[in-house]
């Protein structure tokens, strides 16, 4: 119709742009975009999560991880991993180290620093050790 605006696009139910927090980490030269799910909200779509992505406009990273609270007994985490074309992973290691650590930093990980965590490519255990470091 000539004279209407478009509606604008959506992230998390909001008009762009909408304030995100988020924590960024790196890893052995790859860098991520933590940040917990939204309780009911939706994901951002490909396109947004390429807009995220992008380093001269955006946040700026390899994949964006999202947490969201345990789908299994035992569990400290369920996350989702998006690349930054937007497409979904099952894993990434690196990933997984940026959380454990994440979860350690939030107070989130049990004396002892091991953690187990799920994401679409299964169970993963992680242990942050003493020294900050964390293996997977």
């Known amino acids: 119709m000539p004279g209407s605006a478009s509606a604008p696009p959506l992230f998390f139910g909001y008009a762009l742009p909408v304030r995100i927090e988020f924590t960024k980490m790196h890893a052995l030269g790859n860098d991520f975009m933590i940040f917990e799910a939204p309780a009911g909200g939706a ?27 345990p789908r299994s007994a035992g569990s400290h985490a369920y996350y989702r991993i998006y690349n930054a074309d937007g497409s979904e992973a099952e894993q990434c290691g690196n990933g997984a180290r940026c959380i ?29 050790l003493a020294d900050g470091s964390v293996t997977v």
């Open 43 to 69: 994901l951002p779509s490909r396109a947004q999560w390429r807009a995220l992505a992008d380093r001269h406009a955006g946040v700026g990273f390899d994949q964006a991880l999202v947490l969201e609270p």
């Open 100 to 128: 454990a650590r994440y979860l350690h930093m939030q107070g989130r990980s049990p004396a002892g620093g091991a953690l187990r965590m799920d994401s679409a490519g299964g169970a993963i255990e992680a242990r942050v």
